[in-house]
Structures are given as structure tokens and as C-alpha cells.
């Protein structure tokens, strides 16, 4: 998930080299909207807090979410549950920590620079041939 705080020149790069060298699905939040160009193969569309949509249904059945640059000043892209139903991974990329609250409590955090930290995530997944699908 590409969220407000990837905006910025390096994490642009880096993150289109993520998607485009692993082949790994995306999608946006409002304001992450435009990091990588919509016409993007890999591109799943914008996070809203609809329900049934294409969009929510990949999420609802991804092992892992990576959420690059996530702001809590946007709606959330997705619910997270503190009981049994949480099956997946969520991992918090971004300059600060997370700001945890009833729905967004990731499991992961990297806190730093986001464009190194995408740096490597691509380059262990490459070395690990790891594949993705929907």
C-alpha cells in the first residue's frame, strides 16, 4: 500500500524499482495516489473504506501488507481486528512510528529513510525468488 508519506522524490524511484523488479501488486491511498503511475500493471486501484469491492477483497485475503508512508490523516485503507479474524501481516514503512490505535496496529514497523529500507525489501525478495499473485 503507497500511502501520503511516500511522495518525495527517492521513495518514488525506489518503490516503482520495487513493483516493477518484483513483480508485487499495489494500491494507494488517496493521497498516495500518483507515486506510481495508475496504468501500472500491477496496480489495484485506490483504498476507500467501501466494502466489496475488487479492491478490498484482495486485501482481505493478502498474507502480508507492506504500508509504505501510511498517514493517519487520511481515512484508514483497511480495518485491522485485535481478535482471531487478523490472519495477515502488516508491516509500517515510513519516517515516524506508527500511530497505533483500535484499527492500525501493525505487527512490523521500520522506522527511517524509505527509500533504503525499499532498497532492501527488493533486494532480499529478488534473492529469495519470491513470486506474487491476486
Request: aromatic share 10%; proline share 3%.
Given at each position: 500500500?503507497i500511502?501520503?508519506g511516500?511522495?518525495?522524490?527517492?521513495?518514488?524511484?525506489?518503490?516503482?524499482?520495487?513493483?516493477?523488479?518484483?513483480?508485487i501488486?499495489?494500491?494507494?491511498t488517496?493521497m498516495?495516489?500518483?507515486?506510481?503511475?495508475?496504468?501500472?500493471?500491477q496496480?489495484?486501484?485506490c483504498?476507500?473504506?467501501?466494502?466489496?469491492?475488487?479492491?478490498?477483497?484482495?486485501?482481505?485475503?493478502?498474507?502480508?501488507?507492506?504500508?509504505?508512508?501510511?498517514?493517519?490523516?487520511?481515512?484508514?485503507?483497511f480495518?485491522m481486528?485485535?481478535d482471531?479474524?487478523?490472519e495477515?501481516?502488516?508491516?509500517?514503512?515510513?519516517?515516524?512510528?506508527?500511530?497505533?490505535?483500535?484499527?492500525y496496529f501493525p505487527?512490523?514497523?521500520?522506522?527511517?529513510?524509505?527509500?533504503?529500507?525499499?532498497?532492501?525489501f527488493?533486494?532480499?525478495?529478488?534473492?529469495?525468488?519470491?513470486?506474487?499473485?491476486?
Open positions: 500500500m500511502g501520503a511516500a511522495n518525495r522524490q527517492r521513495s518514488i524511484r525506489a518503490i516503482r524499482q520495487f513493483v516493477d523488479e518484483t513483480g501488486y499495489f494500491f494507494t488517496q498516495g495516489k500518483g507515486v506510481i503511475d495508475e496504468r501500472h500493471p496496480y489495484l486501484g483504498a476507500a473504506l467501501s466494502s466489496e469491492d475488487y479492491l478490498n477483497a484482495a486485501v482481505g485475503v493478502a498474507d502480508v501488507i507492506i504500508n509504505v508512508g501510511h498517514d493517519t490523516v487520511e481515512k484508514p485503507p480495518f481486528y485485535s482471531a479474524k487478523e495477515r501481516t502488516v508491516i509500517h514503512l515510513n519516517f515516524y512510528p506508527a500511530l497505533v490505535d483500535n484499527v505487527q512490523v514497523e521500520v522506522v527511517g529513510d524509505i527509500a533504503n529500507a525499499i532498497w532492501q527488493k533486494e532480499f525478495l529478488i534473492a529469495e525468488n519470491l513470486h506474487f499473485d491476486v
